[in-house]
């Protein structure tokens, strides 16, 4: 599959590969994982023969794990790629998008939203660089299930708009 910098694929134990028209052999364990699955960050199954039946299935998964799309993710077969995303970034307030300080907050859409009671949110598909005087401060985006920054709290007195916690 070609990459996606908000899925994630399977990875399998002895040099096999869950794509392509390449068989996996019982006994081979195949792991996703990523930051942002929920209740935990890795899931794995492994490849099973019935000979009862004949035929080979994967087993159950180590854990249930939900993706950022709210997905169940099972195995190879059923969630051959996985969202992998970061979830909206929501700040507390409204975040001011340039000042007469020299910062400037650029943005690609789509675009930061304020919504009052709410606070800022900045989509986890957008990707935002904070510049102050012209110079790059930093480059926000969403990539493998975490934010670029670290983003703990927002301060409206300053010209620094958003208070960095690394």
């Known amino acids: 599959p070609p990459f996606n910098d908000k899925e994630t694929l399977w ?7 869950a794509y392509g028209d390449n068989p996996i052999y019982p006994g081979v364990t195949c792991t996703a994982s990523c930051l942002s699955f929920t ?6 199954t492994t490849c099973v023969y019935s000979a009862a039946e004949s035929f080979s299935f994967w087993s159950d ?3 249930t794990i939900t993706a ?11 969630n051959p790629t996985i969202r992998c995303g970061c979830g909206d970034l ?21 675009q930061p939203e304020f919504t009052p009671g709410v606070g ?11 510049l102050c005087d012209g110079v790059l401060v930093w480059d926000l985006y969403c990539s493998q299930g975490e934010w670029s920054v670290s983003l703990k ?14």
């Open 39 to 44: 209740p935990e960050q890795t899931v794995s």
């Open 11 to 17: 990875s399998c134990d002895h040099t096999s590969w």
């Open 61 to 63: 998964p180590s854990a």
């Open 90 to 110: 929501v700040l507390e307030g409204e975040v001011v998008m340039e000042d007469d300080n020299g910062l400037e907050l650029r943005c690609q859409d789509p």
């Open 120 to 130: 800022t949110t900045f989509p986890e598909d957008s990707e935002c660089i904070l």
């Open 68 to 78: 950022t799309d709210g997905v169940t993710v099972t195995n190879p077969a059923d």
């Open 153 to 166: 709290q927002r301060r409206m007195s300053s010209a620094m708009e958003m208070v960095l916690l690394l």
